[in-house]
């Protein structure tokens, strides 16, 4: 089952508006989350992160935001550039056998135009 | 620039053929480790390894096996491929097993089993 999970496959936003990624998990044990963002033909890349004890973490133009008790948390990017084109997976981390395991989501292919 | 490395990129290879996937790292790390991605899913931990002479196997059953004979080496190998092996594989490795140390990901290997 599909602990992390990202319901919009594509979003199109111009080029200076905000885009918002979503993302919504089921664990109740997780603990910490990341975004990752890939360009096809690479591997991903580790773009922010936020903890539990946070509601929000900002890097530039990223920023995360957590709500726990809905499980859900976002990534705004403000303003979208066309470089921010590519797909961003949302993952989650609990402690367990392999460590801090890393759950992700199926991720949220981001067009930005000009 | 990648300071992890996958080799080959993009691999077809008949049925019943034994294959190799490449992983090495520059970065000292300790922790590697692989996940498999198919087309618009999300990425499935199959093997981990917290250091030399350490594997594990991930959340996700695979047919495949690892070795970690050296620490920036972290091969994966097929005995008899499938075409249910056609994947994306990707190698990562983090500087510690904690949640504050973020994956760092090769630009993956794509198997394709005729």
């Known amino acids: 089952d599909q602990q992390v999970k990202q319901n919009s496959p594509s979003l199109s936003v111009q080029e200076g508006r905000i885009s918002i990624l979503n993302c919504d998990y089921t664990n109740s044990m997780f603990d910490y989350f990341l975004w990752y963002k890939k360009y096809p033909a690479e591997g991903p890349t580790f773009l922010i992160s936020?903890?539990?004890?946070?509601d929000k973490n900002e890097d530039g133009r990223f920023t995360v935001f957590l709500n726990k008790s809905a499980k859900h948390l976002s990534l705004h990017i403000v303003p979208s550039q066309p470089g921010d084109s590519a797909v961003y997976f949302c993952a989650a981390s609990r402690n367990s056998n392999s460590g801090y395991a890393l759950n992700f989501g199926k991720g949220t292919s981001l067009l930005v135009t000009p | 620039e990648a300071d992890i490395y996958q080799t080959p990129r993009y691999l077809v290879i008949g049925t019943g053929k034994k294959i190799t996937l490449e992983c090495s790292q520059t970065?000292?790390?300790?922790?590697m480790y692989w996940y498999q991605q198919d087309p618009g899913m999300e990425l499935h931990l199959i093997h981990y390894?917290?250091?030399?002479?350490?594997?594990e196997k991930g959340d996700l059953s695979s047919e495949s096996t690892v070795s970690r004979i050296r620490t920036e080496h972290f091969p994966l190998t097929l005995e008899s491929a499938r075409p249910s092996h056609t994947s994306q594989y990707l190698c990562?490795?983090?500087?510690?097993?904690?949640?504050?140390?973020?994956?760092?990901f090769g630009n993956g290997t794509r198997l394709t089993v005729t």
């Open positions: 970065m000292g790390h300790d922790k």
């Open positions: 390894s917290y250091g030399v002479n350490s594997t």
């Open positions: 936020i903890s539990s004890i946070k």
């Open positions: 990562a490795s983090s500087e510690y097993g904690g949640k504050n140390s973020p994956l760092h």
